[in-house]
T-cell receptor, first 111, second 115 residues
Framework: GDSVTQMEGPVTLSEEAFLTINCTYT??????LFWYVQYPGEGLQLLLK?????DKGSNKGFEATYRKETTSFHLEKGSVQVSDSAVYFC??????????FGKGTMLLVSP | DADVTQTPRNRITKTGKRIMLECSQT?????MYWYRQDPGLGLRLIYY???????NKGEISDGYSVSRQAQAKFSLSLESAIPNQTALYFC??????????????FGEGSRLTVL
């Protein structure tokens, strides 16, 4: 079945540092890929998505590229802020509109 | 007001009690979902519904039931709560147009503690 593996956290960075959160997946066919973010005390919200190979999703300075050859969708940001502290979830959808989520990676950014 | 509203936001109950978590949405979406979040386990799908007459089990449906009372309302029930059902529960919605790419819209969550 479908599965998503993402790096365990917490990831602790200083403000303005470069961020990478790794995500790899296993799926049949050609899934759509997503990154969701969960701020403290809130529900999840879509951060970015990519629907086909080589697509790059981007939003709020974050970006991720759909790499079919490595089955990966790593999240990156060039300069993190304290306000980026949250839990980040990688997810995929391979039909029927039900998402499969990774376990989440907590990001902590200090001033 | 939130587009996806969950009630209650917090609930503490005892083993064996019946609990209902309710979800209502004003987004006009046809698809609704219940997920459970546990630390270190991510989100796992409990049940989902693509329209009022369609109910489907997710990966962890045992011990839960659902009711789709209307397009806008989808409730989750625990008939006899047990401590390992202590978790954060999320309702989510999507519509057919965005549903094909999988985008979900989440409520703020209902934290349930079973003693």
């Amino acid at each position: 079945g479908d599965s998503v593996t993402q790096m365990e956290g917490p990831v602790t960075l200083s403000e303005e540092a470069f961020l990478t959160i790794n995500c790899t997946y296993t799926a049949t066919g050609y899934p759509s890929l997503f990154w969701y973010v969960q701020y403290p005390g809130e529900g999840l919200q879509l951060l970015l998505k990519a629907t086909k190979a080589d697509d790059k999703g981007s939003n709020k300075g974050f970006e991720a590229t759909y790499r079919k050859e490595t089955t990966s969708f790593h999240l990156e940001k060039g300069s993190v802020q304290v306000s980026d502290s949250a839990v980040y979830f990688c997810a995929l959808s391979s039909g029927y509109s039900t998402l499969t989520f990774g376990k989440g990676t907590m990001l902590l950014v200090s001033p | 007001d939130a587009d996806v509203t969950q009630t209650p936001r917090n609930r503490i109950t005892k083993t064996g009690k019946r609990i209902m978590l309710e979800c209502s949405q004003t987004k006009g979406h046809d698809r609704m979902y219940w997920y459970r979040q546990d630390p270190g386990l991510g989100l796992r799908l409990i049940y989902y519904s693509f329209d009022v007459k369609d109910i489907n089990k997710g990966e962890i449906s045992d011990g839960y039931s659902v009711s789709r009372q209307a397009q806008a309302k989808f409730s989750l029930s625990l008939e006899s709560a047990i401590p390992n059902q202590t978790a954060l529960y999320f309702c989510a919605t999507s519509d057919y147009s965005t549903g094909n790419t999988g985008e979900l819209f989440f409520g703020e969550g209902s934290r349930l503690t079973v003693l």
